[in-house]
């Protein structure tokens, strides 16, 4: 209940700030605390994409599109669900019983993600590989002989056993280690790996000891495997006012966040289960969008449409804005720009710099935000810092690929970010008011120019963070592709990729010998390579395989 006693008091403190602001402004200022106070409470438990916290913020959301007078323009009125391919997961019909005791799931035994499915009953010997029979492998010889190799991958060695065992008769592989070091073994969800032709189980060093501690028993094994897809569904929410005008202008914000932590993301060092309140990231953007939907609906400019687009999954990896842009609900070819808000929290009072991104997606930008005087955009106190790029790792990529001139607004990373800190007293309410103003007041400016607006592409930047890992392919991933490999949704300029002929849309599907299976696997493919090596890169382009060799 710590946020709603802030709240409380903020709102107990709105006269003493407010009174200089106009009227209106007055009113776009308790509406911006509003809209962030109840995003932002410990109740919605971090808005964590397909989670109750999150079906709570997106009524929220679709009730105040709903009384500001928008049309629903969702899938489901306001609302448009999607899908998150999460990847595999272990069903309940999974067992393994020895000798008639059921050993423990995860505790006991575990299957690997590559598994296949199917269910057995046989009398093996662990001693013995027989045709017919599962075979057991310690994995102790394989660890060994691969100590001094830094591209060495388990799982492909594993699976490359599972077929050399499928191939000799084998009906299901057991695989153990009894080295005494530790190995990273373990089901991963992400891997996308194709599947063995036979179930593929991890026995643990305990369930070694307790039920398989006599290699030359016959042992009576009861087991079936059960691994299916894992989904949860998003939900993006959808308004609009229609002034049957020949071209539209997109509005969005993203205003899922990271729930607990669960998804990765979390820059909580404290190692307690905490939950991330996303006050700035981007509780600050959908307030502001709210409000400018209030402003557009009330006494916007009558000769563009307006679309307002709430967006859930961007901290998964843009999944809501890359779903609306493949399946939109309106004629995305009447798209005349695209506004994406995400995190305008936080401008600094005293010294108050505005980042605005896509500066370069339309020449008709610099002629826009370089106005002055009381013809001129808004600017209260505010210092523009531009960038030109129109990809960047939020929302407005998705439009930018679709040839949308973008504007990308963002007040600046902080000590809260990504942190259970992020809570809605560290808002500078009143920057976010001018922001919101200055947003209007371009849509007045565009108002001038007239026609649809022309679009440039930019050089393209990189998307995920390269400081962890030595090397980088210089590729923006596609997070929301569910099928085998790393598909590439752009890549940055002299970079390896693009000196190496990738292009946009090829999927990466090995490295050097690193079969790269998913995400999870090109990221820990990076970290076994040194700046300088060479390696050669595999990709489809379509039906077709293509290879390259890259510097890293």
């Not at 010294?351 to 808004?378: A, M």
């Not at 210092?383 to 439009?399: K, M, W």
């Not at 010998?513 to 390579?529: H, Q, W």
Request: aromatic share 10%.
């Amino acid at each position: 209940m710590r946020n709603l006693y802030i709240i409380i008091l903020l709102f107990c403190a709105l006269p003493t700030v407010a009174q200089k602001l106009k009227k209106e402004d007055r009113a776009v200022l308790e509406h911006l605390k509003k809209h962030i106070g109840f995003l932002a409470h410990d109740s919605l438990e971090g808005r964590r994409t397909g989670t109750p916290g999150e079906a709570i913020a997106a009524r929220y959301l679709s009730e105040q599109f709903s009384a500001i007078g928008l049309q629903p323009k969702g899938t489901q009125q306001f609302l448009q669900p999607f899908e998150v391919y999460e990847g595999r997961q272990v069903n309940t019909p999974t067992h393994l019983t020895v000798a008639g005791k059921l050993l423990e799931l995860h505790r006991d035994f575990f299957p690997l993600p590559y598994s296949a499915n199917a269910s057995l009953e046989a009398l093996p010997s662990m001693a013995l590989h027989e045709e017919g029979m599962p075979w057991f492998v310690d994995l102790k010889e394989t660890l060994e002989a691969a100590k001094t190799n830094p591209h060495f991958d388990l799982d492909a060695a594993i699976l490359k056993k599972a077929q050399e065992v499928a191939a000799k008769g084998g009906t299901a592989l057991f695989v153990y280690n009894t080295t005494p070091a530790a190995a990273d073994i373990k089901f991963k969800a992400a891997d996308r790996s194709d599947a063995a032709k036979i179930p593929v189980v991890y026995l643990t060093k305990d369930a070694i000891k307790k039920y398989f501690n006599d290699p030359s028993a016959t042992l009576d094994i009861d087991l079936r495997i059960d691994i299916g897809p894992k989904n949860r569904t998003g939900t993006n929410v959808v308004g609009y006012i229609n002034n049957n005008a020949a071209t539209t202008l997109i509005f969005g914000a993203h205003f899922d966040h990271l729930g607990y932590g669960e998804d990765g993301g979390s820059l909580n060092a404290s190692g307690t289960r905490l939950v991330h309140n996303g006050a700035d990231d981007n509780a600050s953007g959908t307030a502001a969008l709210l409000e400018l939907a209030r402003m557009l609906k009330a006494s916007g400019p009558r000769q563009f449409n307006y679309l307002f687009l709430a967006f859930s999954g961007e901290e998964l990896g843009l999944f809501g804005s890359k779903y609306f842009t493949e399946n939109p609900t309106i004629d995305l070819a009447t798209a005349s720009a695209m506004f994406n808000m995400d995190m305008v929290g936080r401008l600094n009072a005293a010294s108050p710099t505005l980042t605005i991104g896509g500066y370069g997606t339309s020449p008709v930008w610099s002629q826009v935000l370089n106005t002055s005087g009381k013809r001129g955009v808004y600017k209260a106190n505010m210092q523009f810092r531009f960038d030109s790029s129109g990809a960047g790792p939020s929302d407005h990529t998705s439009f930018y690929r679709k040839n949308i001139p973008v504007l990308f607004y963002f007040t600046g990373t902080h000590a809260d970010y990504h942190k259970p800190t992020d809570d809605a007293d560290k808002i500078n309410y009143e920057g976010t008011l001018h922001i919101v103003k200055h947003i209007y007041s371009v849509v007045q400016q565009l108002e001038k120019t007239g026609g649809k607006i022309a679009f440039t592409p930019t050089r393209e930047v990189q998307m995920n963070t390269a400081s962890s890992f030595r090397v980088t392919l210089g590729i923006m991933p596609d997070y929301t592709f569910s099928g085998k490999g790393v598909r590439v949704e752009g890549t940055t300029e002299n970079r390896p990729a693009q000196k190496a002929g990738i292009k946009a849309g090829d999927v990466i599907v090995q490295m050097g010998d690193l079969d790269i299976s998913s995400m999870e696997k090109y990221m820990e493919a990076l970290g076994r390579f040194n700046k300088g090596e060479k390696v050669t890169v595999t990709y489809m382009r379509g039906a077709q395989k293509l290879s390259g060799v890259v510097e890293l």
